[in-house]
């Protein structure tokens, strides 16, 4: 008599991987933590040729070629410069933006 019908479940933790949807801290200890992150995205396909990747409002969809993120905050809060605000931009993400520039 034999009660061991060899199927074994394969269990095997080596081959566990763990595949975490969209969380990509892509080892880059600049900035990334930054509020104005939620509010952009990054626009690899209209990157192509430029050596830093552009940056589009989600809100007004505006495109910015360069500056980083400092650029876009500026855009979001209407800090005085050479950014023009954004006019799609909810106040209360205005304001957020503002308390995180002051600290
Ligand atoms: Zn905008």
Redo the contacts with the bound molecule.
Sequence with gaps: MSSHDGSTPSSDPSTAQSSQPSISMSSGSRGRTDLAWGHCREAPELSVGCKKTKLV??????VFAGGGINRFKQ??TGAKGEVEQ????PPDVRHQMLISIDI
């Excluded at 409002?57 to 505006?62: D, N």
């Excluded at 954004?86 to 931009?89: Q, V």
């Design positions: 409002c989600l809100y007004c969809v505006k855009h979001l954004c006019r799609k931009c």
